[in-house]
């Protein structure tokens, strides 16, 4: 599996699937959850209303799939980071989940490529550098299992988390 750092906006990526840093509610919310609705149009909104009225939403450390709608993937996979609350409520493990979760399931879709926001960053405030060692250690163990994936990008919107990717990476 090769891993890509780039930065940028993750909704202009050709990717087989990106992945959707997610509110439980799946309805949409601020950040990249907003842009990637914004991006993709509102059959996303649409398939994240069936799931939800299917299941209830998605839970922390959980990911569910749709179609990508206008976007240029196949998929998005949107999942669920945990808010940080000081790193005493198991944040650490539940953004692994995340992370692993999402990986499952573009397993299951035969996904090959895929692209990686930086989850729970933003507005849930998980501690920025901590965030990416759990993203990078996550996805270089699954690499063992990952029977179609070739190819991971982690999509850095700001310059601070394309920095702290790119030495985590060296």
């Not at 850095?156 to 988390?161: G, I, L, S």
Request: aromatic share 8%; proline share 2%; charged share 20%.
């Amino acid at each position: 599996m090769k891993i890509i750092l780039q930065q940028g906006d993750i909704t202009k990526l050709s990717v087989d699937a990106i992945v959707n840093a997610a509110n439980t509610s799946l309805l949409g919310g601020g950040g990249v959850d907003s842009a990637i609705h914004r991006a993709g149009g509102p059959k996303i909104l649409a398939e994240c209303m069936l799931i939800r009225n299917k299941q209830g939403g998605c839970e922390t450390g959980e990911a569910v799939i749709t179609s990508a709608g206008n976007l240029k993937a196949r998929f998005v996979i949107h999942t669920v980071g945990p808010v940080w609350n000081g790193g005493h409520h198991n944040e650490e493990k539940l953004l692994t989940s995340a992370y692993h979760n999402s990986l499952k399931l573009a397993t299951s879709y035969a996904v090959r490529t895929i692209a990686f926001p930086n989850i729970s960053t933003g507005i849930y405030h998980f501690p920025k550098e901590k965030a990416a060692r759990i993203a990078i250690d996550t996805v270089t163990r699954f690499d063992a299992s990952a029977m179609y994936i070739e190819e991971v990008i982690f999509c850095c919107f700001d310059e601070e988390n394309y920095k702290l990717y790119q030495n985590l990476l060296k």
